[in-house]
Structure formats: structure tokens, C-alpha cells
């Protein structure tokens, strides 16, 4: 089962188009990540201090539907291990069971140094079922 | 009885000196501002819509400690109606009960055309206590 | 020839992983979106006003390099019509002639109701030949 | 004489009000804070890396208009020592001469232990004139 944690738009999250700015859409899917991330027992502070950066490496969006001011949004997230350097994110949002944009993120590993590493045990352990 | 509300600090609020961006703290007291009203029963939205757009005419911060990534953060949201056009918000945020940043935000409203009209009677109306 | 327009990051782009924070990169992109229609007699203001609005549909993009706190980002922008509905932005994000982001931003035009509606002649014209 | 250094206003800066949002105004103060400190031979990112982190600590900021999309907006910024521990940037933002928004922002340093320190003397020795 994807993991579902839910935002309302605010002021800061729209633009003169009175809609939500779509790179904001980026910062939702990010609480998505990181609260699924923490629903499964992983601390993205934690995982900092322990020399693991979680960083994006690429994605895809598609915006279906504009959201506008006070609305709530549901941020949808799975994940799945594609190699051991690679995970992906399947996320989506919604507006009472309407699509609003969907993406696939997939994430990497660094270390302080900003060199590729494998993701940790504890996350290539995870899965949504 | 002042209004309470939380929000975790994600990615998006920090900046490179590893704490919560100056300017990001002004969208977590915004956030206070709308609950606070929407808790009173007056959606920022629908005000919006009925050509009332309540915005800031001034405010004053004293930023007293560093939030990071990951901590949970209290904005704490009083009102109290400074005259007919005139609103103040005395805000703060707080992480487990010590005090991170106050503010005090003055708010006014415009009409669609950005003419100064007075406060809504509903907004009027509103105390804390 | 693409068109090219330079940035500094500053505090608000990055986060506390040091380095900009991967949803700020779409500002940038946004903003080379403008500046190159800007450069070729489209207003994007004035777009709006004539019920034109240009919203982004979908993109991909991949992350090859982390930018930091006070360095210079090239972004560089060319354009292809794809359909009378559909227009392709092909964007990258350099800093010294290294890649840094590159992002593929296809776009659409919505009027006021948003419903889509053809990309106006004049943005149809454009070519980067 | 006031250090000057202009901005577009972009989607980024505005709100669904259609003008720019408030929280939005203190990125483009520290935008010229960060240029005219760059401009007296301060590198912001260079101080960090030598230990010492300039800090907000306080502000006013009183808006009087509302910018636009697509406006230039230049950011007008002073600065005086006001103690060892204290430097006060005096900055607005005009717009064709005049003013949208005035602040006072109050700065401290911290060492990266983020205990205060002493302004450094190439700070101390700051005057517009």
C-alpha cells in the first residue's frame, strides 16, 4: 500500500496564475518522500549525520490539474529498489481522489563527499506490500 | 487562548548554513495566520472570492534561535484588532516549548482594485480570549 | 543558438545538504523560460493579460552536478513547436560550460478558464535558428 | 552612497493575490545584502568557509506597494556598524523610483558552533560613504 500524507495550499505554495506554482509541486512531493521515508523507519537527519545523502538524481512530472489556495492535497508515495545504487519513487497527488500531478523520482546515494554509494541495508529493505 | 499549529522542517525550509532559512520562517507564520482565521471560521479563500484580500502592512522579528531539518515547530498565532483597518497578529515559533523566532504582523485589507477598506465586521469581531 | 541568461545562487536556493535544493533548479529553468521568450518580443505578463496563459504540461530532468552557496549558473534555453498545442523548451543548467541540470519542459496554453487552447501564433513563429 | 542591484520579479516571487508575496520580498533583501557585500570585497560563501556565518537576528519591514510579474525591482542597500556584535543593513525596494517595501535587518555573526562572535574587522571597516 502507497503511503499517503496530506497538505493544504497556502499563499507560498501559488503564483499570479492563482494556481499552485509548479515547481512547489517538487517541495510536496519531497514531504511525501521524507514522511514515507520516516513511516518505514528511516530519518532523513539521521541518515545525514550517518554520512548517507539521499539526493535526486532524475524524474519525470505530469501536471494534470491546477490546485488553488486553501485546497487540501494528498501526497501518494512508493518506492521500489532498482539496483543497489538506485531507488524509485512513485508518487502522485491528489485532490479528493482526483489526479493533480504524478511523478517518478528516482533517488541515489552520496557520501559526505559527494561520491555515488551503495543506498543503506535498511532502505534497499524496503517495499510497500 | 492563542491558536497552536505544527509543522515539520523539510529540505525546502533550509538553506546552507544547515538551519531554517530567515525568510522561510515568514511562511510557517503565515500558515499560523490562515488556521488561526480558518479556526475562527473565516477561510482566507472565501474572503478572497467575497473581494476582501487581507495582506501584511508591516511587521517586526527577532529570530532567537536556529531550527533544522527535521524538527517538528510550533507557530503560535494571537489577534487582536488595532482599529478599523488595522490587525496585529503577535506570533512566535516555538520547537518543544522553547522560543525560536517572534513576530508581530500587522495586517490590512484591500479590495480587488488595492484601496484600503476596513476589516471585515466578521474579522472585527475576533478575540482570543 | 540557444539563448543564455546567468544567475547567482544565494542562500534561497540552497539547502542544508549544501548545495541547491533540486525543486529551486525549476525556478531557474522558469526563469530562462521567460528570459528567452522575453528575448523574442513574448511578454509573458502580457500574455496573461491577453488571456494566454503558458503552464508546463510535463518534464523530465536529471541532476549531473551539485551547484553551491554564491557560485554563477548559466541557463541555456532552446525551443521547438511541437504541435499547435504543444511547445518543448530543451534546458540546461551550466556553471563554467559544466552540466550541471538539463531538463526537457514541454508547455501548453490554457485560457483564463483553463481550457486548452492553441499556442498563440506568434509563439508558434519562433524557432532558435 | 546605497549599494543598487535590480531583479525581474518571476512566477517564483508571486502569489495568487497576483502580486509579489511578502515572505518573498526578504530573498530579494538578501540578495542585496549578499551584493553589496560582495561589492566591498566580501564574499558571503568565503566568510562561511573561514568560520564566520552572518546571521539575521532582527528586522522591521513595512510594505507600502505591491510589485508585479515582469517588474524590475531594484533593492537599495546600506549598512552601518551599530557595535563589535551588530551591523544594521538599511534597504528597500523601489520600483521606477519608488518605494514598495523598507526594512532593517540586523545582523550578528556566529562561529559555526553558533556561538556569537565579533563582526569581522573587514566588516567592521564598512561605510557607505
New interface residues.
Partial sequence: MPHRVSY?V???D??????V????Y??FF??GR?EYLAAHGQ????L?RAGV?V?????????RK?A???EMLDVVTGFEVKSPFRGRFAQRIERDGELVVEASVDVACLNPE?RLIELPASVRALTDS
Fill in positions: 493544504r497556502y499563499y507560498e501559488t503564483d499570479s496564475l492563482g494556481v506554482y509548479y515547481a512547489n517538487f517541495k519531497e514531504r521524507t530519518d532523513v537527519a539521521e545525514n545523502l539526493v535526486v538524481h532524475s524524474l519525470t512530472a505530469t501536471f491546477s488553488r489556495l486553501g559527494q
